[in-house]
């Protein structure tokens, strides 16, 4: 049970699966968690994230029975919205992994440190995988089941292995699989620069617009 925020006021402990509340719980709660009060929590955006969330039927069902600290317990909750935790300015902020039309910054060569771009990408092999198989506890056998992801015309034979915790039902599982299986397919290619004050304007997760002369894109 969880308080449930309405935009306006919590609600008293409530069953809940959300995985955006179960965040704000952990974060708010002064036994298990450090007690932040509501001005140090993005409200606005966990609404946001618990509609997406609630949409596309992904939940949060899990039980802590060893040690940790909060801050991995909280990041374990988010990766099972495909989403992660970060501070800044003293305000914990959750980004979900999802597609973005709208950059939020452009560095181009007036705002990138001279001799700091480089790209490197990262080539696939004999021992690349080229699909993931995940454990997860099914609430309907209630027992540990598994389920591959793989991108279209993978054959399936160097399967990648990860636990999803939190995750309890077998379409959840896969989807979460899949991108994980994708994102290994397809984010090859990794860009780095150093910038100066510019560098304050994006926060992690946003869209940026990259242009230089080294690659000859933009």
Known sequence: KSPVWNGTTWSAATASQSIAWAIADSARNTDYGPGLPDTQLDLASLMALDAIWQARGDTFNARFDSALSWWDAVQKIAAAGRAQCFMQGGVLRVVRDGPQTVPVALFSMRNIKAGSFSID??????????????????????????????????????????????????????????????????????????????????????????????????
């Open 121 to 218: 990408y990262l080539g696939a092999s004999e021992t690349t995988t080229n699909c993931v198989t995940a454990t997860y506890w099914d609430a309907t056998t209630w027992a540990p089941q598994r389920v591959t992801g793989a991108v279209p015309g993978s054959d399936l034979t160097k399967p990648a292995k990860m636990d999803l915790f939190g995750v309890d039902n077998r379409p959840q599982a896969l989807r979460e699989a899949t991108y994980h299986a994708a994102a290994n397919r397809y984010r090859r290619r990794v860009v780095s620069f150093s910038t100066e004050m510019e560098g304050f304007i994006p926060a992690f997760g946003d869209l940026l617009a990259v242009q230089h002369d080294l690659p000859g894109w933009g």
